[in-house]
């Protein structure tokens, strides 16, 4: 669902895009910043199937985890879940 999939060809890693997009602002800035929504859930401290329902369904996380989230990737929780509301 998100670029945490993983296809190994002759030891080259590449990512499988996700198959929907809700929250394109959360993916993209993890795309840019290089954090594996693996890595995004052990600095938030939740589940990576939480990260992927945030991005992919577009459910919006706790308060607190917004702004866990804001702060990672520099960015106001407003831009990040906006787009979610619509």
Known sequence: ??????????GK?????????????LYGLMLVEDI???EMARLVGVSQRAVERWISDGI???QARQEQLSQI???P???LFNEVDK
């Open 36 to 38: 594996k929504t693996i």
């Open 13 to 25: 890693t590449k990512f499988r895009p996700p198959n929907r997009v809700r929250n394109r602002v």
């Open 77 to 79: 929780p407003h831009i």
């Open 1 to 10: 669902m998100t670029h945490e999939f993983r296809i190994n060809l002759k």
């Open 60 to 62: 919006m996380p706790k």
């Open 73 to 75: 990737l520099k960015c």
